[in-house]
């Protein structure tokens, strides 16, 4: 129980010096120190568009952790594409997910389904799956499952947010 405190303590220390380093420094440079201003050659147009399959191999479904995949999977930046990929029902299998942007932290928190959007429907998510483009900067996007009234976000853990970060200057990976 200590151990597992403990590395959650480290988790959330590790991603606030991330984040507040990300925040407090636009210019910062993964690994090359602080370059400010950014040269006017190193533009966006450079960095190759990043996708990323929400969940990897486990793909969009019931049960698996989507807040600590993104925790993970990040920092995402903008125009990264999330790529949600989920069967669609058919035949005897009448399994169902879908995905829907909420418009507030609050309504996100309480998988408020009335006030969100639905991006993808039951049927979008099949084949290459459904992309989803962090179009804007320093937005906070947050995604849910929108099936069973709310139940695949709360008990199935189908909820997760990313910040969409301004593009690093340089791309090092
Ligand atoms: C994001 O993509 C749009 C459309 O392709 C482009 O106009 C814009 O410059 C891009 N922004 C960044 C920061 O890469
Ligand atoms: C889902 O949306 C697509 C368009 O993206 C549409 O062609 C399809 O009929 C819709 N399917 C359902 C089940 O609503």
Redesign the pocket.
């Known amino acids: 129980m200590a151990m597992k405190f403990r590395g959650t303590m480290v988790l959330v220390v590790i991603a606030s010096v991330m984040m507040g380093t990300s925040l407090a420094f636009p210019g910062w440079n993964d690994n090359k120190g602080y370059a400010w201003p950014p040269k006017q050659d190193e533009g966006p147009a450079k960095v190759p568009p990043k996708k990323v399959i929400v969940g990897g191999s486990e793909n969009w479904h019931f049960g698996f952790d989507y807040s600590t995949w993104a925790h993970k999977s990040g920092p995402f930046y903008v125009n990264n594409t999330l790529v949600f990929k989920y069967d669609p029902p058919s035949g005897d299998n009448t399994h169902a997910d879908s995905v829907y942007v909420f418009p507030s932290f609050r309504s996100y928190m309480r998988c408020d389904l009335k006030r969100a959007t639905m991006v993808a429907?039951?049927?979008?998510g099949a084949g290459d799956g459904f992309e989803f483009t962090l179009s804007q900067k320093w937005k906070p996007y947050f995604f849910a499952c929108g099936e069973k009234g709310g139940l695949h976000c709360s008990t199935g853990k189908m909820q997760f947010s990313v910040m969409s970060l301004p593009r690093r200057r340089k791309w090092h990976g």
């Open positions: 429907n039951v049927s979008d």
